[in-house]
């Protein structure tokens, strides 16, 4: 066997050497949490900065309080912003565990060979800046900028993507498109003309019925749908969740419908059936709003809810009974586009399903609804243009007709050698998105890498992916940080201000200051006409027409709406933004593509005998892989279980707590065991994983082996033909209860 040229390096001793660590500010989770009388208490000598959270994307602002010797001691919501309204989660209240937790990266690492074996040393940001620039210059120089490409999440993100444009190259994806909520935009764009986005534009707090269909809010923890999911369920409303697992929003609906995974499309299309042959959709919506009602009529005509029962196992009566409730609270009612919508290939028709039953309900553009959204445009810093790549995102994505992003694993693709290669990548930045753990295929993912010429990872933690890089940066956490000013789509526009509350510790450095050293090195100076972002920050301000010391008194600015209403006033004539301008129950779009205009109910693999499907999700802890050692949300879970039925348990020979290891379809076996959760909240059919789990890297103190990783076990993958997404759960597991691994050093 070849070995690979890009050996995976432990962050090791070697990388983090003779730094002090400076002590924990707490240790509980409890001091970080929202309490008012505490704060009062607590709070009378310490300083107070504004900055929204970036624990996970809905990016809450609040205040960052810290003491005088640059201790940050509490985080608490902002009460007006609408993203939280003073309230952070789990999560937000234990960010502050980023900011201490002593496994940080501490100082730039470059690759090196000792003693005929690949380690990193320590390096000075200097010598790794100058590394880097010369690397980008040679690649530039014999095979185009456009080869350089650019891997990315959160708001570090945009400061790479300024200098990647600015050095030419468009070549960019980020995770959170082709392996999350891509055919959610696509689907529901092609029916409605408009991308959900995020937040979505759910109106929770006042619906009489929320439909999730895979959508799991109380574990996705999304703050501000968590809250008017609360105040909707005291309202009254009526929640009908469909999963295959009891999860939490399950555990406080009214209907439970434990689906046959796999089978979602039958199930919306019976849905359509009952609500247009019992005449109980928005027909006065549908006729003033809607094109290609008839076609869609015909369409369902034979999916009735016995035909969906054969499929489904939802009986007959839960489907009618469901859909009339639907009916009943219509318009004021949500089948919720959900997140992570990347599951079986046929995905974005299955959010054209979901988006064609909401249009049905009359339920986009009215109160308890959709709302109509509005953010606000925050204006680009003076800068010359950009120069105009040969090729980039769009043309590695050609294949794919409606991809309106970046898809990963194409920009993956390009970067293994093949002949006749049109677009090749020759090196990757990748900027806090921990790619082992995010894209399935990990054997591909590893191959590209391996054919890389230079890697760069910029990253506030020591996770998988910087093990593969030739260089890695330490970026300082959001606390420790200036960064672009936060505008979100919400139903009033805002925007929030983050700087730093604390200095960055060891030698660690903000995301825009690395961008930005970068391109001064790169001969990019027109791009960066300031010293500092602070001097963007005011200038951007100054043009929204307020200031940077009014933002440090309030963190969050509110803006008067300029489109218009929220909703769609009563018998008022809307254009959407599709091609015809309605509601696009038929796609003449799709089919003029060759795809079904009409979403169709396709079987899907099922798992043989002694296989289970995997099935995963997120913790209310954690969000995906990045909070796994943080100390704080650590200390509230430290391992994923997995979930299993007792009929299985009973047939496998399994207890509660039980060890096992998992061997999915194609012979992959999970690296580290994982401990087995006996519950009747899951099919039969299915077990059930928290996602982010499993780290192999030692370094991760409070991580390392515990629990399994569900990546790991997603070698078999399909991909949306629409949008190029990456549907990742149809794999299938068995347990092995003896540890295969015992012969191995690990």
Same mark, same amino acid.
């Given at each position: ?30 001091? #970080? *949490?929202? +309490?008012?009388? @505490? /704060?009062?208490? %607590? ?5 107070? &900065? ?93 095979? #185009? *900028?456009? +080869?350089?490409? @650019? /891997?990315?999440? %959160? ?5 790479? &993507? ?585």
């Amino acid at each position: 066997m070849v070995n690979s040229r890009r050996s995976f390096i432990k962050i090791s001793a070697l990388g983090a050497s003779g730094i002090a660590l400076t002590p924990l500010a707490f240790s509980s989770i409890n001091e #970080g *949490a929202l +309490s008012e009388n @505490l /704060l009062a208490e %607590g709070t009378k000598n310490l300083k107070r &900065t504004a900055t929204y959270c970036e624990v996970c994307f809905w990016k809450c602002a609040a205040w960052a309080y810290t003491d005088e010797e640059g201790n940050v001691k509490k985080l608490v919501g902002n009460e007006n912003d609408p993203h939280c309204n003073g309230r952070l989660c789990p999560r937000g209240t234990g960010g502050v565990g980023m900011y201490n937790d002593e496994d940080r990266l501490k100082t730039p690492l470059i690759r090196t060979t000792v003693n005929g074996k690949e380690t990193f040393r320590e390096a000075s940001w200097d010598e790794a800046l100058n590394l880097i620039a010369s690397k980008f210059k040679a690649i530039k120089k014999e095979y #185009g *900028a456009e +080869s350089l490409g @650019l /891997l990315k999440h %959160g708001c570090p993100g945009a400061h790479f &993507t300024h200098l990647f444009r600015a050095f030419g190259s468009d070549t960019e994806a980020e995770p959170a498109y082709a392996q999350c909520r891509g055919p959610r935009e696509t689907g529901f764009a092609l029916t409605f003309g408009s991308w959900v986005g995020s937040p979505e534009p759910t109106d929770i707090r006042d619906t009489k019925c929320l439909v999730l269909i895979g959508s799991h809010i109380g574990e996705n923890m999304h703050n501000s749908q968590i809250q008017e999911m609360s105040d909707a369920i005291d309202n009254g409303a009526t929640i009908i969740t469909v999963d295959p697992r009891l999860s939490t929003a399950a555990s406080k609906s009214d209907y439970w419908l434990p689906i046959k995974p796999s089978t979602d499309i039958a199930l919306l299309l019976a849905w359509m059936h009952v609500l247009i042959y019992e005449e109980i959709y928005d027909k006065d919506y549908v006729e003033r709003y809607g094109l290609g009602f008839d076609e869609l009529k015909e369409h369902v005509k034979d999916f009735t809810p016995e035909w969906a029962y054969g499929i489904t196992t939802i009986k007959p009566d839960q489907i009618r009974k469901t859909a009339r409730e639907m009916a009943a609270a219509s318009p004021a009612v949500i089948i919720h586009p959900g997140r992570h919508v990347v599951w079986y290939g046929d995905d974005t028709q299955r959010a054209r399903a979901m988006a064609i039953l909401n249009g049905l309900l009359g339920s986009w553009g009215r109160r308890g609804g959709f709302y109509f959204k509005e953010k606000i445009k925050i204006p680009d810093f003076p800068h010359p243009p950009y120069p105009h790549p040969k090729w980039g995102w769009k043309e590695l994505a050609e294949k794919y007709p409606l991809a309106d992003m970046g898809i990963t694993t194409e920009l993956i693709r390009a970067s293994i050698p093949q002949k006749d290669n049109k677009y090749p990548v020759k090196a990757w930045m990748v900027a806090g998105t921990n790619l082992i753990q995010s894209i399935p295929d990990t054997k591909l993912l590893k191959e590209a890498m391996d054919a890389l010429e230079f890697m760069v990872v910029i990253d506030t933690m020591p996770m998988d992916i910087t093990g593969y890089a030739d260089v890695v940066l330490p970026e300082c956490t959001y606390l420790e940080r200036c960064d672009i000013l936060r505008s979100a789509t919400n139903r009033e526009p805002s925007i929030a201000l983050r700087i730093p509350a604390v200095k960055p510790k060891y030698n660690s450095k903000p995301g825009w200051w690395i961008a930005k050293e970068i391109g001064m090195r790169l001969g990019l100076e027109k791009y960066y006409q300031y010293d500092d972002l602070k001097e963007v920050i005011e200038w951007q301000l100054k043009e929204l027409g307020t200031s940077l010391e009014e933002m440090k008194k309030i963190g969050v600015k509110k803006f008067p709406r300029k489109s218009g209403s929220m909703f769609i006033e009563e018998g008022q004539h809307h254009e959407f933004g599709t091609h015809s301008g309605k509601i696009e129950f038929y796609s003449a779009e799709l089919e003029e593509l060759g795809f079904d205009p009409m979403p169709v109910y396709t079987s899907h693999d099922h798992p043989e005998q002694g296989f289970y499907r995997l099935n995963y999700g997120r913790s209310p802890m954690h969000t995906f892989s990045r909070t796994i050692n943080n100390p704080n949300l650590n200390d509230l879970m430290d391992e994923n279980k997995l979930w299993v039925n007792p009929k299985v348990a009973r047939i496998e020979g399994l207890i509660n707590e039980q060890e096992v290891w998992l061997e999915n379809q194609d012979g992959v076996i999970s690296e580290f065991p994982i401990k087995v959760r006996v519950t009747e909240r899951i099919r039969w059919d299915s077990v059930y994983m928290y996602h982010g789990f499993g780290q192999h890297n030692k370094k991760l103190t409070r991580a390392y082996g515990k629990g399994a990783c569900d990546t790991q076990l997603i070698t078999k993958v399909a991909t949306d033909p629409i949008m190029g997404g990456s549907a990742m759960r149809g794999n299938f597991v068995k347990f092995i209860t003896n540890n295969p691994h015992k012969d191995i050093e690990v």
